[in-house]
């Protein structure tokens, strides 16, 4: 799976492009459009991208729960290698505290993930604010220059990024 990451101009490119994006079999779900005016791209009938799509949320969580699960591994091996604490507790203890790290690492990867943009997104921030519209389409890696072709005939100056992604589905990681 790709991800095709352009600019598209003007509302009426971003909306021919949707259009064949549809008429060649892309979901709705598949395209994650960011504009600075969210009613307008909401009257147009356009796909807006979502908070797993513009922010860092899904990486900077996932980096929370590792570092909170070892924090909380080391936390359980410290009270299981003192004396009287580690016999009586035993290794439930060490399970209970790297579930709670795992726990609240997450939750604070969390908080500091929805305050992140996608760099991706932030590079355009620019163009963004001259009223641009940023275009993110998941399509399959086979079918990239049939895609590139079609955005091309909309949008013949934009520069077109192709990103790997490793899932199909944002909400798979």
Request: glycine share 12%.
């Amino acid at each position: 799976m790709k991800r095709l990451v352009f600019l598209a101009p003007t509302l009426e490119q971003a909306q021919h492009v949707v259009e064949d994006l549809r008429k060649m079999g892309i979901e709705d779900e598949k395209m994650h459009v960011v504009a600075k005016d969210h009613q307008m791209l909401k009257d147009a009938h356009i796909h807006e991208a979502t908070e797993m799509e513009t922010s860092e949320l899904e990486t900077d969580m996932d980096w929370g729960m590792v570092g909170g699960g070892t924090v909380g591994v080391i936390a359980g091996l410290a009270v299981l290698g003192s004396a009287p604490f580690g016999l009586i507790l035993g290794g439930g203890t060490l399970l209970t505290l790297s579930l709670l790290g795992i726990g609240f690492g997450g939750w604070l990867g969390k908080m500091i993930g929805e305050g992140t943009p996608n760099a991706l997104i932030e590079k355009y921030e620019h163009a963004l604010d001259d009223g641009q519209i940023v275009m993110m389409i998941d399509i399959p890696a086979e079918r990239l220059p049939e895609f590139h072709h079609m955005i091309r005939g909309h949008c013949p100056k934009a520069l077109i990024e192709s990103v790997h992604i490793f899932h199909d589905d944002p909400l798979a990681a």
